[in-house]
């Protein structure tokens, strides 16, 4: 009679090994469900260790102001100058130029999304800014981790 012991051990093991190999987490508190403060939160380094870091407002459940800039490890702001030569002011490579700014307007997106929405499970990735959006969702669970 050990044997369904056995297997309902192997199915406990099983489903713990789901949960905790699938990234399962508690969905993070929206706006309405925050207490009125700011909160600031940084992402984890890229491939080339640029940060993003996020600050927003919330008052009466509503997010009041909020927002989001990536910066290279050299402090260099990702911005509408991203991209562009310090010496020269012109597009270093226009391909990356290019990229970088549609990078640089969807955090803009984000950052419109999230106060919207007072959910970040409702920004949605925007083709080409990814990584972006990655840094975006860890900034604010970094802002919201001691909630």
């Given amino acids: 009679m050990t044997r369904p012991h056995s297997v309902h051990a192997l199915g406990i093991a099983a489903a713990v090994g789901i949960m905790l190999f699938s990234g399962c987490s508690s969905p993070l508190p929206t706006a309405a469900e925050l207490p009125d403060g ?31 800039v990536v910066t290279d490890p050299d402090g260099t702001v990702h ?9 020269t002011g012109e597009p270093v490579d226009e391909a990356f130029y290019q ?41 604010v669970e970094d802002a919201l981790s001691g909630i």
């Fill in 99 to 139: 990229r970088a700014q549609a990078a640089v307007a969807a955090e803009q997106v984000y950052v419109t999304q999230f106060k919207e929405a007072g959910d970040v499970d409702q920004v949605d990735v925007i083709a080409g800014a990814s990584l972006s959006h990655r840094q975006f969702v860890e900034a």
């Fill in 38 to 68: 700011t909160f600031r939160g940084t992402s984890s380094p890229d491939d080339q260790g640029a940060v993003g870091a996020i600050e927003f407002t919330v008052r009466d459940g509503v997010i009041t102001s909020a927002s989001f």
């Fill in 79 to 87: 911005d509408a100058d991203y991209g562009l030569s310090k010496s």
